[in-house]
C-alpha cells in the first residue's frame, strides 16, 4: 500500500511560482516512476511531468522550460517546481504512481493563477 500526499497549491499572480511536493508513505526506492498529472475544470486530467527513479524526465510541451520535476529519496518526497505561472496552468494536481502494476494517487492540490 502507498499513501502519496500533495502539497503547495494556491492562489499565485501570473508569472509567479510555486513548488508542489508528494509525500511518500513508503521509500521512493520501489517506486520507479512518479508522475504529475492535472485537471482543469471541464478538460480531461492529463500528464504533466514525469520522473524515472534513474532521474530521467519527461515534460508536456505547455510547461517545459517552465515547470521542473525533482525528487528527494532522502525524504521521499517529489516536488514539482512550477515557474512563470499562466492563468491556463490552473487546475487540480494530483501525484500518482505505479507499484507492483497497481496505481495509487493522492488526494490533489488546487493551483490557481489569477490577477
Known amino acids: 500500500q502507498v499513501q502519496l500526499v500533495e502539497s503547495g497549491g494556491g492562489l499565485v499572480q501570473p508569472g509567479g511560482s510555486l513548488r508542489l511536493s508528494c509525500a511518500t508513505s513508503g521509500s521512493l526506492f520501489d517506486i520507479h516512476v512518479t508522475n504529475w498529472f492535472r485537471q482543469a475544470p471541464g478538460k480531461q486530467r492529463e500528464l504533466v511531468a514525469r520522473?524515472?527513479?534513474?532521474?530521467?524526465?519527461y515534460y508536456t510541451d505547455s510547461v517545459k522550460g517552465r515547470f521542473t520535476i525533482s525528487r528527494d529519496d532522502a525524504k521521499n518526497t517529489v516536488y514539482l517546481q512550477m515557474n512563470s505561472l499562466k492563468p491556463e496552468d490552473t487546475a487540480i494536481y494530483y501525484c500518482?504512481?505505479?507499484?507492483?502494476?497497481?496505481?495509487?494517487w493522492g488526494q490533489g492540490t488546487q493551483v490557481t493563477v489569477s490577477s
Open positions: 520522473i524515472f527513479s534513474g532521474g530521467t524526465t
Open positions: 500518482h504512481t505505479n507499484v507492483a502494476g497497481v496505481g495509487y
